[in-house]
DNA sequence: CAGTGGTCTAGACCACGCT
DNA sequence: GCGTGGTCTAGACCACTGT
């Protein structure tokens, strides 16, 4: 190009845009549910073509932060009713962490409508008992990093979880340090900053009245279920993670897909 | 443009080559973990720009078909998804009524444990409300095979489900006729039998408190949720089928694998 | 009708992987 | 060095939604 290629410093242009429109999306700037500048009005403020707006708006389409509608315009997604754990989550996760944009698939979801999240957490070290043995696929006594987060998002909180990873694979890593939390990218990226990509997950689902404990953390209302999410995190044949998730069932969908071919 | 515009007769051209791109990796014709042609020769092949085979290559990619790197090539994803349990159950299925060995032997449910079973069915010819005609991609008020089911083993009711059929697809063939259920092999076999091959199923889990006629028909214990799928069947982008199934919680476990190869 | 997103073309330069 | 995908530009026509 004669002017302004510098194509490739640093992150590309249509990220860089993304980025932005992100931003004020999640900032409240553009606020839930109402419109979008138009492509045009976007080529014009970022000094750039067509098509590079599109991709950044294909970029936020993908994050499920805008809905599009031919003729009339690009919308900040409003607030989903419940929240929804796809299972293909963990490929985007992955191919976030890949292309080294971050953000993991907790705040995704919860960007929109839920700008503000904490999390507390516990870290302990601990040997495997007979089910943690069995789901590492591991000798009983094993050590482990046991690791409990409760995730809030707008001070209610929406799940909590108990993920273990083995010790001797994480000890003296910045993942063993709790206020590495939040990690951006989750557990994907944390384990690939070890030089481990994931190849696969395995989640068996239950439902359960919860008991006292839960009720009081999760501040589930009376009559809900909590959904309990057993997960497997698998490197090759290797179970590298195991955790549990406990998700009051008035917040949450599970999405899987399963391809037959 | 001067010559072949026609942009806009049918699916868009994008998606005609996504298609038959998809086709040939589904088919075999492009085995895993091979390459694809490169995107100049897919221009070549296609006779269109460049942009184009790339907004089709990313339909691929975001279906999970496919991963790309720079510098050497796009390639058919190595590993299709395995599943287990639920999830496998699928699979087997398709195997079975693939190998035709159908009359002969025991139906996958019974493999799994439900060996001496009954139903109670209930068919009806109804619209398509709002949230099935979504489900199925339709539009509002398409007629549809509303097929109610209640599940038994060993006399003790296992689970219901309410599944649904294009009525123009099933009208006049041996599905539309309760008399022919239980069917061997189950909806994968049924469909099988039209012509149509499955090719995706995607379930989406809620859990919740049983309605007090859940409770009576399916004898749901106090204090017990029971889980609740959504299924869609798909044969290549269509949705041929949809499936509410309600299990009392204590009596599943479901169980998915997620590979990301 | 004007404005919007959806689709498409025909070029271009770049970073990367391989030979 | 050459081929690959990644990024970007500057146009174009279309279908749809609004006024």
Redesign the interface.
């Known amino acids: 190009m004669a002017d302004v290629p510098t194509p490739h410093q640093g992150a590309a242009r249509y990220r860089q845009v993304a980025e932005e429109l992100r931003h004020r999306i999640l900032s409240g700037a553009i606020p839930p549910g109402s419109l979008l500048p138009s492509e045009a009005t976007l080529m014009a403020e970022f000094a750039v073509a067509r098509?590079t707006v599109r991709e950044a708006l294909?970029v936020l389409k993908?994050e499920g932060l805008t809905v599009s509608e031919k003729g009339r315009g690009t919308f900040a997604r409003s607030a989903p009713p419940v929240r929804r754990l796809a299972?293909?989550r963990?490929?985007a996760e992955?191919e976030q962490v890949r292309s080294g944009e971050l953000g993991t698939s907790f705040t995704v979801d919860q960007r929109i409508g839920w700008a503000e999240y904490h999390l507390d957490k516990t870290f302990n070290e601990v040997a495997a008992d007979e089910t943690r043995a069995d789901l590492f696929g591991v000798a009983l006594g094993t050590m482990l990093l046991e690791r409990r987060f409760v995730f809030y998002a707008k001070g209610l909180p929406q799940q909590s979880s108990v993920s273990c990873l083995l010790l001797e694979m994480v000890a003296g890593t910045p993942i063993a340090d709790p206020s590495n939390e939040p990690w951006p990218g989750g557990n994907t990226s944390q384990l690939y900053s070890l030089g481990h990509t994931?190849?696969?997950?395995?989640?068996?689902?239950?439902?359960?009245?919860p008991n006292s404990a839960e009720s009081e953390t999760l501040r589930v209302p009376g009559?809900?279920?909590?959904?309990i999410i057993t997960r497997q995190t698998y490197v090759e044949d290797r179970v590298v993670e195991v955790a549990e998730i406990t998700i009051p069932?008035?917040r949450?969908?599970?999405?899987?897909?399963?391809?037959?071919?």
């Open positions: 098509g294909s993908s299972a293909d963990y490929r992955l994931i190849t696969a997950v395995r989640e068996q689902v239950r439902a359960r009245m009559g809900v279920p909590v959904v069932a008035d949450v969908s599970l999405d899987y897909r399963i391809d037959l071919t």
